[in-house]
């Protein structure tokens, strides 16, 4: 899934979906459903709930009850690495449930998945560049978007 400190590389180019038919064009008819090749293993996914993450003491800093920004922003850091523990095992284990054929399908996803994520919390941490609060809002961001991206890979 890629290392905290290295950004992931960016995916290859992902073609936009089509625009969706006017009112005034017929909606096609679906496509009747392929049958699988594979049958889909039982699903065994450790179920998750965000939010009950509870990093504790590290390092000297009580993160249950942070005193300065600076500490805020440690916590912070902290409990999103936490959160994309989380995440990695969730995806591995959603992963390894995939019939071959369609694991390469998720894997493109995912990474798709974590560029969108980096860049758009690039983005909402740059709304407070030059302020001490910056870091937080960063983590705060990632630790949010993880619990989605959880969310979306549980049944």
């Known amino acids: 899934m890629g290392d905290r400190a290295e950004r992931p590389s960016p995916p290859p180019e992902v073609e936009a979906p089509s625009e969706a038919p006017s009112p005034e064009e017929p909606t096609p008819e679906p496509a009747e459903p ?17 939010g009950n993450r509870d990093v504790g003491v590290i390092n000297g800093v009580d993160c249950q009850n942070p005193q300065t920004q600076s500490d805020m922003n440690f916590c912070a850091g902290e409990t999103y690495k936490v959160a994309d523990d989380d995440l990695n095992r969730i995806y591995q284990q959603v992963l390894n449930q995939l019939p071959q054929s369609d694991r390469p399908s998720l894997i493109e996803a995912q990474e798709a998945w974590l560029a969108y994520r980096d860049t758009n919390c690039d983005f ?22 993880t619990d989605e991206r959880i969310e979306v890979l549980q049944p």
């Open 34 to 50: 392929e049958e699988p090749a594979e049958p889909a293993p039982p699903t065994t996914v450790t179920p998750f709930s965000p």
């Open 124 to 145: 909402e941490a740059s709304l407070f560049e030059g302020g001490s609060i910056q870091p937080l809002m960063y983590y705060s961001c990632l630790e949010r978007m």
